[in-house]
Every structure is written in structure tokens, then in C-alpha cells.
């Protein structure tokens, strides 16, 4: 019988270490999610946007801000963007810096 694996969640999803740990472990099938980037190379990826933060430019018009450390990193100090994956071509998806949130 088929398995999902969840008890491997460790493992993120759509990763080729997800992929090879279903594999050691005796998955009869593993699922991933396939998109198609603008130049027509298929990724493996969930989500059909990329989701990219933004520093948020200070009044001026310049980036340079005066800031604690502590703020560096505060949500009032970054933008959010949906950019399709579609509109993304393979050399930009890889300039992408992938980091993962779990949002309740």
C-alpha cells in the first residue's frame, strides 16, 4: 500500500532530500509539484508565486535608515511581493535567497 510519509515531515517538502528520504525509507511513490519558469525550464516548486521581501525605502528615498538591530528584521521595515513563477526566469528563481515560514 501507498504511503505519504508523513511521519518524515522533517523533511521539506519538494527537496531532493525530501525525495531521497522517501526513497530510503520505502516509498512506494512520492508527489511533488512541477511549474514552468518563463524560459520553459519545469522546477520543482509548491507554490505557483514566490513570495519576496523588500526593504522598504526610508522617506527620503534611500534605504539607509538609521535603525536598531533589533528592527533590522521587523515586519514595518519590509514589503511583500507575489511574483508568478511563470515570470520568473531560471537564472532569477536560482538569484533568490529560499527561506521557509510557517504562517498560523
Do not use: W
Amino acid at each position: 500500500a501507498g504511503n505519504s510519509f508523513t511521519k518524515f515531515a522533517a523533511a521539506r517538502e519538494n527537496t531532493i532530500y525530501s525525495l531521497n528520504t522517501a526513497a530510503k525509507n520505502g516509498a512506494d511513490y512520492v508527489e511533488f509539484d512541477v511549474q514552468l519558469t518563463k524560459d520553459k525550464v519545469a522546477v520543482i516548486y509548491h507554490d505557483f508565486h514566490v513570495l519576496v521581501s523588500v526593504a522598504k525605502r526610508h522617506s527620503s528615498g534611500s534605504f539607509h535608515e538609521v535603525l536598531r538591530p533589533s528592527d533590522i528584521h521587523s515586519e514595518k521595515h519590509i514589503d511583500y511581493h507575489e511574483i508568478p513563477v511563470k515570470d520568473l526566469k531560471l537564472s532569477q528563481l536560482k538569484l533568490l535567497m529560499v527561506r521557509f515560514y510557517c504562517i498560523l
